[in-house]
């Protein structure tokens, strides 16, 4: 079992920056692959980010490429997400999850991970 908790949202205005957390327990961190998802009101769960499980794969997808970054401190049992230039459409509830037996690959398909953290509300205001 992995427990999965985020911290770092809150409200940005457009323009800013946030950086999110996840941090991690319960098992060997290193072993999973990570990932970012978002929700928006109304809206289906996608993929922000992945990240292999010692960070040398890594995913964004076209919409996100430049100004979101993944990265992971295995040795902090922790993945992180750095966004810059936030728009209002960026707003969203944050989700990072964990994906066990991941070789080193990354993962973009939400039935693909097995952990999933509680979310983290980001608004940016216009």
């Known amino acids: 079992q992995v427990q999965l908790v985020e911290s770092g949202g809150g409200l940005v205005q457009a323009g800013g920056s946030l950086r999110l957390s996840c941090a991690a327990s319960g098992r060997t961190f290193s072993n999973y692959a990570m990932g970012w998802f978002r929700q928006a009101p109304g809206k289906e769960r996608d993929i922000v980010a992945a990240?292999?499980?010692?960070?040398?794969?890594?995913y964004y997808p076209d919409s996100m490429k430049g100004r979101f970054t993944i990265s992971r401190d295995n040795a902090k049992n922790t993945v992180y997400l750095q966004m810059n230039s936030l728009k209002p459409e960026d707003t969203a509830v944050y989700y990072c999850?964990?994906?066990?037996?991941?070789?080193?690959?990354?993962?973009?398909?939400?039935?693909?991970?097995?952990?999933w953290g509680q979310g983290t509300q980001v608004t940016v205001s216009s």
């Open positions: 990240i292999s499980r010692n960070g040398g794969n890594i």
């Open positions: 999850a964990a994906k066990l037996l991941s070789g080193y690959f990354y993962y973009t398909r939400e039935v693909q991970y097995d952990y």
